[in-house]
């Protein structure tokens, strides 16, 4: 596989529940990325991993916990989710989280709704 | 408050035709200027960018255009084909920001055969 491959394509979950999103780069880069996208929101950032070590998080609430066993890999934990949590979450990577020119290269998203 | 905004949600342009696409930014430190396209059920894809020290950048049918002094940046297409039909959003950034973009809530684009 190429590329940015994001895992599941769609989730569906109640509020109690507890699922993880997965993504996995192939471009060898060395920082990852979350963005969110709400309906009729523009893509918002949440998370950076630079090497596997976290350089920024948005301001995003705690049931959200992302996690970076490696460079290729991302994982979003969710747990207690809100009806309004409900998005395309997008993974991202690119060569580094500090270059001008490095390009984000996504993958498909994962489509969430809670209920 | 949007730093990065894309004013008109749509856009219907004839095959063949010029697609104008806007965005507007408030923050004047950004210095560097993106624009990612997105067909549905995929990813944004990067199309093309541009320095904060350039007023220009061309790539083949794709133009961008940066006005600093009225911040303000459009993406031109030319000549518009059925398969440029997405969505295209706007993106800025610091210098040494990496992967960290504003983004614009996005323009979807209709080109007609």
């Known amino acids: 596989e190429t590329g940015v491959t994001q895992t599941p394509r769609h989730l569906v979950m109640g509020m109690t529940n507890k699922k993880s999103l997965k993504c996995e780069q192939h471009?060898?880069?060395?920082?990852m990325y979350w963005y969110k996208q709400s309906a009729k929101k523009p893509l918002e950032l949440m998370f950076v991993y630079n090497f596997k070590e976290q350089t920024e998080n948005n301001s995003v609430p705690s049931r959200f916990s992302p996690e970076c066993p490696n460079s290729s890999h991302l994982f979003l934990h969710l747990h207690t989710l809100q009806p309004e949590d409900s998005a395309l979450y997008l993974c991202a990577s690119s060569q580094d989280d500090n270059g001008l020119n490095s390009p984000l290269h996504f993958g498909n998203g994962t489509r969430l709704t809670v209920t | 408050d949007q730093q990065v905004k894309q004013n008109s949600p749509s856009l219907s342009v004839q095959e063949g035709r010029i697609s104008i696409l806007n965005c507007d930014y408030t923050?004047?430190?950004?210095?560097?200027f993106l624009w990612y396209k997105k067909y549905p059920a995929e990813g944004p894809t990067f199309l093309i960018s541009i320095s904060s020290i350039k007023d220009k950048n061309e790539d083949g049918r794709f133009t961008v255009f940066l006005n600093k002094s009225a911040k303000h940046l459009s993406l031109h297409i030319v000549p518009s084909q059925p398969g440029d039909s997405a969505v295209y959003f706007c993106a800025a950034k610091r210098e040494n920001q990496g992967g960290k973009l504003i983004f614009g809530q996005g323009t979807e684009l209709s080109v007609k055969p």
């Open positions: 923050n004047s430190m950004f210095d560097y």
């Open positions: 471009l060898g880069h060395n920082a």
